[in-house]
Each structure stands twice: as structure tokens, then as C-alpha cells.
């Protein structure tokens, strides 16, 4: 059909030999038996129906060129079956025109999408063609979430438990100092991930936002530029969605731009945005995994890129909200996510270039000698249907990462920091601040005073300084964060 459209993950192939699955790391390819291989075009509409993921994307194209009476005169032939009905669903609901097709006569209700092949939201029935819309979105924004051995896995297991594995046994003064700490790291995490350093007021504010993430309003266009606000310069803070084509991108040594990804004309965005909206409003309330909704929530915002600036930290913060909102972390808590993000910078690169990599090639652009980017032709069906399969597996991974490593280290440290200070007080009795300051002096050089600060203290002995760093030394550092 020459669609224009960014490939499906999952492909199909009818081959000579057995079923086979194979995983690529531009995608999976299925293997049929010869056997399974269509004779004409409704035959691979009734195929991908039946064994493929949904593409959205695919089909819309295709619904956009197909001969109408064509496929009226298909679905007539096959209008109880299964396939069809779910072909015909799609086709009114993505085009908006309805086929002269009469209602299906009674019969069961059958679901939109396989629910061993995709994540689904809660069922809505339709009657004229008696199937249960289960997709993640709308005709404006849809995004896809297949059903993965791996992400499988990451669903069953008990996130909970292993948060409670960390704290388990820390004093709840202790837990308190942490958890106000890993708000503070996340805040500082995010803006170093978009290589800034917050002042104090902007750290505030977006501390603030972090700690009341779960009740924010993703319905709520103004609630979204009132957060840009909080988070950005006032001088680049917008009172709506943005108005000029923009890009990320970064520089040559020529001192030309490198483009990596095309954002969505400004022109689309109301329209892009009220499905990303509704699309969240709906898996909010239909329990879909926490962790895939907040994927859904953060990656597909940032896709579109709705603001000049502050896109990359509203992108985690939504994060945050829907794990907060879903109760996924525990109340009052905060998993400083952007950390692990930031620690392992290159793989998150890898999940962001994703969706650009299968849109780039599509999009006619030109950019002038001033950086100012025009694109040329329809390009809003590009950014409506995201396969954002492979960021909600990214998400788990970097949320155990958080945890294990982020969170226990935070708890550890502050325990050996509190024992540390108790052995000092018990040698030498020293001001809160003076006696802080030497046992991070002394954390920090692993267990021993540098000569370089040693005068600091000249007050103490060097026989107070030896037993203060044997009594620290055997207090178990868990990680020597400082």
C-alpha cells in the first residue's frame, strides 16, 4: 500500500520450516509456517487482527487508502466473525466515517485487543459491532504497550516487598531524614540530567511539586503550564502550548546542528494533547500496572514536547505522579528515579531515541543558518500511536536500580552517620557542627582525617583523632555515599 508510517515492532513472515520467534534489537520477527501466508489484502487485515499486535498506525494509513466499498463488501462477507468486527471498529473509529454496514445482530461481545498480546485499559462495550474498546487511548492518542516475557516478569514481582527489604529496622527519624533527602536528590538529578544547576528557590519550588506529584491534575492544560512555570526561567515560561516548530538536537564541530529528533508541528498539538490527556484519564482509572502508566504518562509527553523548555523534567515528574497516584510507592515516599537515569545516562539516551528513530526518516524538515526549523506535509499521525513497550521494561529496571542502590545507600549512610556521631560525642564533647563536619571529613577520606584537614581541629589530640577514627571506622558503612 506505500504507507508512510513508522515500522511495526513486531513483524511477520510465512517461510519455509516452523513457527519460530526471533528477537532483533530493531524488533521481533514472527516466523509462520507457508501455510499461514495470505492470498490477498484482507487476508493480511484478517492475519494481523488475529495473531499481530495493534498497530494503530498502520492500520490508520491504511484505512486512509483502502477502496471503501472494498471493505465494506469484506466486513459484509464476515461481519460476525471476529476479525472483521474488530477491523471495522478500528476503521470508523480512526477515519470517523461510518460504513454502510448494518449493526451486528446479537451476538457476544468480543475484546478489541488480545489481552495475552497487549496491556489493555478497563472495556468499553460498543454495540454496533459488539466489541469491548480496550485500548490505552483515542483516535487522537493511542499508545501500545505489548505484552513482554520480560515486562511480564517485572509485573509479578512484589516492589513493596522490596522497599521494605531497604528500610526494614531504620529508625523512623532516620527513615524521615531519608526520605526528605531523596526528594531533594531527585530534584537535583533531573535538572542535571538537562545539565543545570537549580538555585536554591527553583530546588524549593520543584521539591514542592514532588512531594504533592500524586494530586496533580493531568487533565488540566493550565495545571501543565502552571508546573512549566515552577521549573523554568521565568524569562522562557509559556502561558499555553508552544508556538514555534522546535527540535532536540546537538552540535557538529562545525558548529551546525545535528538534528536527532523533530518534535510535533505546533499546529497538532491541540490536538496531540487532548488525546495524551484523555489517554491518561482513562488507564488512571481503569488499574493498568502503575509502572506502565507512568510510562505512558512521562515518555509519551515528552515525545511531544508540548513546551520550549522544561519538557525533560516534566516528562519525570509525570512519572512520578502516576506512580505516586497509583500508590505504587508508598505514601509519602519518593523512589529518586532520575538518579538511576542519570547514573546510567547512555541507556536512558537509548530508550528516548526509540520513537525518533523509526520518525525521523519520515519527516521533510529544513533548518535555516538561525536554528529556526520548518517541516514540510502531514506528520501529526507519526506521533499519535507510540510503541512504548520497551520504556515501561526500561522503567521497572530503573526503578529496582533506584531502590536498591539510591534508597539503601541514602538509609545506610545516614545510620553510620548516626552512629558515628554518638562514638564522637562519647570521646570528645563537641558542637553539633563541629562534630558533623569531622565525621564527613572523615567518611569522605575512608576512615581517616587527611592531613590536609587535620588542621582544622587543632583543639583535638592526635590521640582523640586516632580513637575517633577507630570508632568510626567500626561503625558499618553500608555505602560511603559522601
Request: charged fraction near 25%; charge should be negative.
Amino acid at each position: 500500500m506505500d504507507l508512510r508510517v513508522v515500522l511495526p515492532f513486531v513483524r511477520s513472515e510465512a517461510t519455509a520450516g516452523a513457527r519460530k520467534t526471533l528477537e532483533k534489537p530493531t524488533g521481533t520477527l514472527e516466523l509462520y509456517p507457508a501455510s499461514y501466508a495470505p492470498k490477498d489484502i484482507w487476508g493480511h487485515l484478517r492475519f494481523a487482527m488475529r495473531y499481530e499486535p495493534v498497530d494503530l498506525g498502520v492500520l490508520a494509513a491504511f484505512f486512509e487508502r483502502v477502496d471503501r466499498g472494498q471493505f465494506e463488501t469484506w466486513v459484509r462477507g464476515e461481519s460476525t466473525g471476529v476479525f472483521a468486527r474488530r477491523a471495522w471498529y478500528l476503521f470508523e473509529l480512526l477515519t470517523g466515517k461510518t460504513l454502510d454496514i448494518p449493526d451486528v445482530p446479537p451476538t457476544g461481545y468480543a475484546p478489541l485487543l488480545n489481552l495475552e498480546t497487549h496491556l489493555v485499559a478497563a472495556g468499553v462495550k460498543v454495540q454496533r459491532q459488539k466489541i469491548v474498546d480496550n485500548l490505552l487511548g483515542n483516535r487522537e492518542y493511542c499508545p501500545l504497550i505489548r505484552r513482554t516475557s520480560d515486562l511480564d516478569g517485572w509485573m509479578a514481582q512484589d516492589f513493596g516487598l522490596m522497599f521494605q527489604g531497604i528500610i526494614g529496622g531504620i529508625a523512623p527519624s532516620v527513615l524521615g531524614r531519608g526520605v526528605q533527602y531523596l526528594f531533594t536528590k531527585e530534584t537535583q538529578s533531573s535538572f542535571a540530567i538537562e545539565g543545570e544547576t537549580p538555585g536554591p528557590d527553583r530546588v524549593r519550588r520543584f521539591v514542592q511539586a514532588l512531594q504533592n506529584a500524586g494530586e496533580f491534575d493531568t487533565s488540566s492544560k493550565e495545571a501543565l503550564v502552571g508546573l512549566q512555570k515552577t521549573i523554568v526561567d521565568a524569562r522562557f515560561a509559556l502561558n499555553d502550548w508552544r508556538t514555534a516548530q522546535n527540535y532536540v538536537g546537538s552540535s557538529a564541530p562545525d558548529y551546525s546542528q545535528i538534528v536527532h529528533y523533530v518534535c510535533p508541528k505546533p499546529e497538532d498539538l491541540p490536538s496531540l494533547m487532548d488525546g495524551w490527556m484523555r489517554s491518561v484519564a482513562r488507564i488512571d482509572a481503569s488499574e493498568v500496572n502503575a509502572v506502565c502508566v507512568a510510562a505512558i504518562a512521562g515518555f509519551g509527553f515528552v515525545y511531544l514536547h508540548p513546551f520550549d523548555d522544561g519538557n525533560g523534567r516534566l516528562h519525570r515528574f509525570l512519572i512520578h505522579h502516576s506512580l505516586a497516584k497509583l500508590r505504587f510507592t508508598p505514601p509519602g515516599v519518593l523512589f529518586p528515579i532520575s538518579a538511576a537515569m542519570l547514573r546510567n545516562r547512555h541507556v536512558y539516551d537509548q530508550i528516548l531515541e526509540l520513537i525518533p528513530r523509526g520518525i525521523q526518516p519520515l519527516i521533510d524538515f529544513d533548518l535555516d543558518d538561525t536554528g529556526r526549523m520548518s517541516v514540510a506535509g502531514e506528520t501529526a499521525h507519526l506521533y499519535r500511536f507510540p510503541d512504548l513497550t520497551r520504556h515501561a521494561e526500561y522503567l521497572y529496571r530503573a526503578i529496582a536500580d533506584t531502590i536498591t542502590t539510591d534508597m539503601g545507600s541514602e538509609f545506610g549512610f545516614l545510620e553510620t552517620y548516626d552512629r558515628a556521631m554518638e562514638a564522637v560525642q562519647e570521646i570528645v564533647e563537641m558542637p553539633g557542627q563541629r562534630a558533623s563536619l569531622l565525621v564527613r571529613l572523615i567518611l569522605q577520606n575512608h576512615g581517616r582525617l587527611s592531613k590536609t584537614k587535620r588542621g582544622q581541629f587543632s583543639e583535638l589530640t592526635d590521640e582523640e583523632i586516632a580513637e575517633i577514627e577507630a570508632r568510626i571506622g567500626s561503625c558499618e558503612t553500608k555505602e560511603e555515599r559522601l
